[in-house]
């Protein structure tokens, strides 16, 4: 998501929570609730009166019963969910009136209709009865279905006329793409060839040739069903067989996942994609790099504009808040508490912020159950508060630099970070301490395109392994004809990495030892073979689900054999394209660890930056305050440490919004 996008959010989640509340009262036809009105006993009590309007118990407990607000339903974090869903009915409340009168025309909701009835299939005076049984089995009618299109259209124009005249200067674009290059780069490219053949074995054996060091263009002219005449050359004109870089866009995503992921020269084990495999030789990387302001200004001016368009937007929004008086009449099983979690500097920061930083991030609402609560209450929700201070911090420490910064208080602060990080550069001393000091992340793993051979007993094995190794030449077919001559079956376990296999299997392949007690002997043609190896299956995984990974071999039926029963043995010769670990020299990777540097030497200018500010700009933590054990003195937000479980602080029945 790019960043205009993520600040278009700040304002996009206050309009869907309110469609969610006008489909929520729509949904529920009939009377849900005894009272002395039609109104009360169709929608409930009132649970909240805002700025004087009432919002009634119907609207909440049916959003309650909604994702993610009704993931937890006690403790800490049912409370947090609870603040956030009463914060959002709050301000989409504010929103709707502050809308109400933007006029709308008739025919304005009817263009609204149509379009969705276009969408949905249903357009046309034919189809009115089709549109009539959708819009019904989400509980509205025609009426009611415009009333909201209606409601929806006037929040929008409402929206829209708070952007009215804002306008970008070139001061503005030159900061901003000064502080957000990365946002403007290049893509990475790739210079390589390609080898797609529609057989699984092919493509096995092809591999293995390539990993033995055969000329992969000349694989490439005589097998492979694409580019076989440019010798599989990636970007090359007709007639041309020297590959050009190219984009991610020129090849399969499973293929360009794996191509791209080696960030430098290799070659990728056989991917299938689109009914066929493919194998790619990367020979060279191009990171992208960040595009020359010249080239991108209409991109950066777009962008700045809808971050200025955002901001206003949430500047009146917040506004809304401020000036607002919410209070629960009694009786009333909701209460508004919104208490301050957090000081910095005179700015507070709330609770309902902090729970939809929390719980609206869709990573958190992944864990968002019973079992993760208290993890989240007591841990991450203390995390993500760190965040927001440090994010305040920086939106503080923005007007203290000499550059004009626009957007969203949460936009500005990313730029100001970005700001402070722009001009750090990098040293060839860095490059190769760094490279040192991570040599792990530039270390490929070694694989095994593997053939796993079993058998009924030991003797068969050998036979196997005899005929197999006495052989002028072996492929994926010879293996499985001498398999089948000696009572063997054959699986093929495809690219093999450490850890997936069985203990033994997992040694023979990955001991790249040579001599007479090596496990695994050369047999040429890039292939090497094991000894016989024995495999104990335990009896409970020897059903046609064990699967290769287990170590089991096939069977004739799922569950063939009842737990309790006695392990098995098998006989086992395994046949292998192996390619040992290997670390990618500096020059390969050099880009990469070029980046790496400068995003660390970033981040330590930046957190240099925030730790000056905390000296100057006073940060109270107050969630860790109210947590703190007695007698035990709270840092700032930072101060590290996973925080107890906030408990809410009472909060008067009526009060500011904000």
């Known amino acids: 998501m790019n960043l205009s996008q993520r600040n278009r959010n700040i304002i996009l989640w206050v309009v869907a929570i309110g469609l969610l509340i006008s489909m929520v009262i729509s949904f529920t036809p009939g009377t849900l609730f005894g009272g002395a009105s039609q109104r009360e006993a169709a929608e409930g009590p009132v649970a909240l009166n805002v700025n004087g309007e009432p919002v009634r118990e119907l609207e909440i407990a049916?959003?309650?019963?909604?994702?993610?607000?009704?993931?937890?339903?006690?403790?800490?974090?049912?409370?947090?969910?609870?603040?956030?869903?009463?914060?959002?009915?709050?301000?989409?409340?504010?929103?709707?009136?502050?809308?109400?009168?933007?006029?709308?025309?008739?025919?304005?909701?009817?263009?609204?209709?149509?379009?969705?009835?276009?969408?949905?299939?249903?357009?046309?005076?034919?189809?009115?009865?089709?549109?009539?049984?959708?819009?019904?089995?989400?509980?509205?009618?025609?009426?009611?279905?415009?009333?909201?299109?209606?409601?929806?259209?006037?929040?929008?124009?409402?929206?829209?006329?708070?952007?009215?005249?804002?306008?970008?200067?070139?001061?503005?674009?030159?900061?901003?793409?000064?502080?957000?290059?990365?946002?403007?780069?290049?893509?990475?490219?790739?210079?390589?060839?390609?080898?797609?053949?529609?057989?699984?074995?092919?493509?096995?054996?092809?591999?293995?040739?390539?990993?033995?060091?055969?000329?992969?263009?000349?694989?490439?002219?005589?097998?492979?069903?694409?580019?076989?005449?440019?010798?599989?050359?990636?970007?090359?004109?007709?007639?041309?067989?020297?590959?050009?870089?190219?984009?991610?866009?020129?090849?399969?995503?499973?293929?360009?996942?794996?191509?791209?992921?080696?960030?430098?020269?290799?070659?990728?084990?056989?991917?299938?994609?689109?009914?066929?495999?493919?194998?790619?030789?990367?020979?060279?990387?191009?990171?992208?790099?960040?595009?020359?302001?010249?080239?991108?200004?209409?991109?950066?001016?777009?962008?700045?504009?809808?971050?200025?368009?955002?901001?206003?937007?949430?500047?009146?929004?917040?506004?809304?808040?401020?000036?607002?008086?919410?209070?629960?009449?009694?009786?009333?099983?909701?209460?508004?508490?919104?208490?301050?979690?957090?000081?910095?500097?005179?700015?507070?920061?709330?609770?309902?912020?902090?729970?939809?930083?929390?719980?609206?991030?869709?990573?958190?609402?992944?864990?968002?159950?019973?079992?993760?609560?208290?993890?989240?209450?007591?841990?991450?929700?203390?995390?993500?508060?760190?965040q927001l201070v440090d994010e305040e911090l920086a939106y503080q420490g923005a007007q203290r630099l000499d550059a004009t910064f626009v957007g969203p208080r949460a936009a500005v602060a990313q730029s100001a970070l970005g700001y402070v990080g722009r001009d750090v550069e990098v040293t060839d001393a860095n490059i190769r301490s760094y490279y040192r000091d991570n040599q792990a992340a530039f270390t490929v793993e070694p694989s095994a395109l593997t053939t796993r051979v079993n058998f009924p007993d030991a003797a068969s094995a050998r036979d196997f392994r005899r005929a197999l190794t006495g052989a002028q030449s072996v492929d994926a077919e010879a293996v499985r004809l001498v398999a089948e001559a000696s009572d063997g079956t054959v699986q093929n376990l495809g690219n093999v990495t450490p850890g997936t296999q069985p203990e033994v299997i997992d040694t023979a392949l990955f001991n790249f030892g040579r001599g007479p007690e090596a496990a695994m002997t050369p047999l040429g043609d890039g292939l090497d073979i094991s000894r016989v190896l024995t495999v104990t299956t335990p009896a409970a995984d020897t059903s046609a689900s064990g699967g290769a990974a287990s170590g089991g071999a096939p069977s004739g039926g799922a569950g063939s054999v009842g737990a309790g029963a006695a392990p098995q043995q098998q006989f086992v010769v395994l046949v292998a394209a192996r390619t040992p670990e290997r670390v990618r020299p500096l020059r390969e990777v050099r880009t990469q660890v070029e980046q790496g540097v400068l995003e660390q030497q970033r981040t330590r200018v930046q957190q240099d930056w925030l730790a000056g500010l905390r000296r100057d700009i006073p940060v109270e933590n107050l969630l860790a305050a109210q947590t703190a054990p007695a007698g035990a003195q709270s840092g700032g937000a930072g101060g590290g440490g996973s925080v107890p479980t906030l408990t809410p602080t009472p909060a008067p029945e009526s009060g500011s919004a904000n």
């Open 62 to 386: 049916r959003l309650e019963q909604t994702p993610p607000f009704n993931a937890v339903q006690e403790g800490p974090v049912a409370e947090d969910l609870q603040t956030v869903l009463l914060d959002q009915v709050v301000s989409q409340e504010l929103l709707q009136r502050a809308a109400a009168d933007v006029d709308i025309s008739s025919a304005e909701v009817r263009e609204r209709v149509n379009e969705f009835r276009e969408q949905q299939g249903v357009a046309g005076g034919s189809n009115d009865r089709a549109y009539q049984d959708l819009i019904a089995g989400a509980g509205y009618t025609d009426d009611t279905f415009r009333d909201l299109i209606r409601t929806q259209v006037q929040q929008e124009k409402y929206l829209d006329s708070l952007t009215e005249g804002v306008s970008v200067t070139g001061e503005e674009v030159e900061t901003y793409y000064a502080a957000n290059q990365n946002a403007y780069r290049s893509e990475p490219r790739i210079t390589a060839r390609e080898i797609v053949v529609a057989d699984r074995a092919l493509a096995d054996r092809l591999y293995a040739r390539a990993v033995a060091g055969e000329d992969f263009a000349a694989l490439a002219r005589e097998n492979s069903t694409e580019r076989a005449e440019q010798g599989g050359a990636l970007g090359a004109a007709e007639g041309e067989s020297t590959p050009q870089p190219v984009t991610r866009v020129a090849l399969p995503t499973a293929v360009a996942e794996a191509a791209f992921a080696l960030g430098g020269p290799g070659l990728t084990a056989p991917i299938e994609a689109g009914g066929a495999f493919h194998i790619v030789k990367v020979e060279a990387y191009e990171p992208g790099a960040p595009r020359p302001l010249d080239e991108v200004r209409g991109e950066v001016e777009t962008d700045v504009l809808e971050l200025k368009e955002a901001a206003a937007q949430e500047n009146a929004l917040l506004n809304l808040k401020a000036d607002a008086e919410v209070s629960a009449p009694e009786g009333s099983r909701y209460r508004y508490q919104n208490p301050t979690v957090a000081r910095v500097g005179d700015t507070e920061i709330k609770a309902a912020e902090l729970g939809r930083a929390t719980y609206l991030n869709p990573q958190i609402q992944q864990l968002l159950n019973p079992n993760f609560a208290d993890i989240i209450a007591s841990s991450v929700k203390p995390n993500v508060l760190d």
